[in-house]
């Protein structure tokens, strides 16, 4: 099992910047995948971003490409997401999520940090 937490979120105005981060311990030998994703009000959790853990390959939806950078630090078991020119749709909860090779679904979550955009 893997133990992920996440860390960074806060109030920001439009136009800033927010770094979360999300360190993992137990069986990270076991990573593949880490991932972002967020939770507005009323809405669905969507994945926004992605790393292959070993090989540094990225992911990103279309609603944050070009803004949100995702990068990791394997010596620290650590997964980052850089959120610039935040936008007050971006206010929700951010979960980050690891996935075992082979796996299907991301089967260890975060708890979620919040993450709120003024207009």
């Known amino acids: 099992q893997v133990q992920l937490v996440e860390s960074g979120g806060g109030l920001v105005q439009a136009g800033g910047s927010l770094r979360l981060s999300c360190a993992a311990s137990?069986?990270?030998?076991?990573?593949?995948?880490m991932a972002w994703f967020r939770q507005a009000p009323g809405k669905e959790r969507d994945g926004i971003a992605a790393?292959?853990?070993?090989?540094?390959?990225?992911w990103y939806a279309d609603s944050v490409k070009g803004r949100f950078t995702i990068s990791r630090d394997n010596a620290k078991n650590t997964v980052y997401l850089q959120m610039n020119s935040l936008k007050p749709e971006d206010t929700a909860v951010y979960y980050c999520?690891?996935?075992?090779?082979?796996?299907?679904?991301?089967?260890?979550w975060g708890q979620g940090t919040q993450g709120t955009v003024s207009s």
């Open positions: 999520a690891s996935r075992e090779l082979g796996a299907v679904e991301y089967d260890s």
């Open positions: 137990g069986r990270t030998f076991s990573i593949y995948v």
């Open positions: 790393i292959d853990w070993n090989g540094g390959t990225t």
